[in-house]
């Protein structure tokens, strides 16, 4: 391409990007559009139908694919649930909404201090203040003192339970000890002993849609799904009867998950309210390698690793988003995003006004208008456990590079005496070029340590700033 054919397609992009922004800033300042963002829990990378899995049954999620944008390169903000999270309603990185790592259960946190500080500015806080009727529908899992639950966080209702896992009939944590129940309505404890928790959601969802006309709706439906305990319906376990376990169990739970998106998909329709409604999806992170989860059941493709890990196959997660008429339909963008993105995104979409002090993700409207290969290479950061880089994992990547410090591998297949990895010594800064190694198997540090040295420069620059 020459340099006057690049810089027209340049300027086209800019313009179509500036029409899209000015269109819509139009339209919905005259009818502000309802937004329901989709959270999936322990979701691999591929495993959705329209992301490859053949084995898998999910029409309503490839449905959804088909009215709006699939993205190929989209990261969720961390590698583990109570961080991707903080990130996702915040727009900024877990460390710079200041939360490291998972809130730990009230029992092991005395003053309960963990969980997302209450002065951070949710997309629940920033839309409500737009004139939207906000709810949390799932799993929060970012805090529980009075002052870090959901309706204290922007939420004007909750549904759903306050920590990382319940089993899906009883609604107690599910976990070792103690055996707690935990289903909440706002603040109150409520019992519905052995309805199906999916169910239940989506009963409450249905609610709100049929209530809330006067008022455009935000619902963050954090479904806790398909994290463990897999508890699929036998309709699909008997569908994936022949699939060896733990798949079988996993792909039953992913497909329970999707038949239930389609259920609500299908009330917004009954509505009349589909077109004038954003939906989002994405999984918080990889997919689960843990005992509770039978050692796995979900799919990273070619990608290395999986929940906890920041190899592709921990933070690379299925992502879509749609409106009808608003943004492109049926299209695949490979552009670099992030679950940190949804925030401005949603700004813009709805015109709600926010600070931008902090903020480290992306309207990602230009994005989609414009040609990726001619996007500036993003720069994204990862870092959970702490904010300090000596003991904690973290990861940098720029363009086709990617550098990731003290990394860690869960899959319990991975022998490292077969790769003489460590992780430790020459291992411990591991660096990656994506399009030559998209299975993160050859630590390229040694061949280039001006690259090491340019994205180590980039990480310690920005944890700086992030850094409380």
């Known amino acids: 391409m020459n340099v006057n054919r690049k810089l027209n397609k340049i300027i086209l992009a800019g313009l179509a990007a500036l029409a899209l922004s000015v269109h819509s800033a139009a339209v919905y300042a005259q009818s502000p559009p309802n937004v329901l963002v989709i959270l999936a829990d322990d979701l691999g990378s591929l495993d959705l139908n329209c992301y490859g899995s053949a084995d898998l049954a999910t029409p309503n999620l490839d449905r959804l694919a ?27 990185s877990n460390l710079g909404a200041g939360l490291p790592g998972n809130v730990p259960i009230p029992e092991n946190d005395p003053g309960m201090k963990g969980g997302l500080p209450s002065s951070e500015v949710t997309i629940a806080e920033m839309l409500r203040d737009k004139g939207y009727y906000t709810a949390l529908i799932g799993k929060w899992h970012l805090g529980h003192a009075s002052g870090k639950l959901p309706n204290a966080q922007g939420f004007d209702y909750f549904f759903g339970h306050q920590r990382g896992c319940i089993d899906n009939y009883s609604h107690f944590f599910f976990w070792s000890g103690p ?6 309505q706002n603040d109150r404890e409520v019992y519905r002993p052995g309805a199906y928790f999916p169910d239940l959601m989506v009963d409450e969802i249905g609610t709100i849609i049929d209530r809330e006309q006067e008022r455009p709706f935000f619902i963050y439906w954090a479904a806790n799904v398909p994290h463990y305990p897999y508890q699929g319906t036998p309709k699909w376990l008997e569908y994936y009867k022949d699939l060896e376990s733990p ?22 329709e009954q509505k009349g309210l589909l077109k004038n409604t954003v939906i ?65 995104t949603i700004a813009a979409i709805t015109g709600a006004a926010y600070n931008s002090k902090g903020i480290e993700g992306i309207n990602l409207l230009p994005l989609i208008a414009e040609d990726a290969a001619d996007a500036t290479p993003r720069e994204l950061h990862w870092q959970t456990g702490s904010y300090d880089d000596a003991t904690s994992s973290w ?51 040694g061949d280039n340590p001006e690259k090491v040295r340019e994205l180590l420069k980039l ?6 700033k992030v850094k409380r």
């Open 66 to 92: 088909g009215m709006g944008v699939r993205f190929t390169q989209f990261y969720a903000a961390a590698p583990v649930c109570s961080p991707s999270r903080a990130a996702l309603l915040t727009g900024k």
């Open 179 to 184: 055996n707690k129940h935990d289903l909440y």
């Open 247 to 268: 798949r079988r169990e996993y792909a039953a739970f992913v497909s329970t998950l999707d038949e239930r998106i389609g259920e609500v998909m299908r009330k917004l």
């Open 280 to 344: 989002i999806f994405q999984s918080d992170h990889g997919h689960s390698f843990e005992e509770r989860a039978f050692w796995g059941g979900g799919n990273a493709g070619p990608y290395r690793g999986g929940k906890f890990s920041m190899f592709e196959g921990g933070i690379r997660v299925p992502a879509i988003i749609s409106y009808p008429g608003k943004i492109p339909a049926g299209k695949v963008s490979n552009i670099v995003a992030s679950g940190m993105d949804w925030f401005p």
């Open 395 to 445: 990861a940098v990547r720029k363009g086709d590079w990617k550098l990731l410090g003290n990394p860690h591998d869960p899959d319990p297949d991975w022998k490292k005496e077969e790769t003489g990895e460590d992780f430790k010594g020459k291992d411990r800064l591991f660096l990656v070029h994506l399009p030559s190694d998209i299975a993160e198997q050859e630590n390229r540090a």
């Open 459 to 464: 990480h310690e620059g920005w944890l700086n």
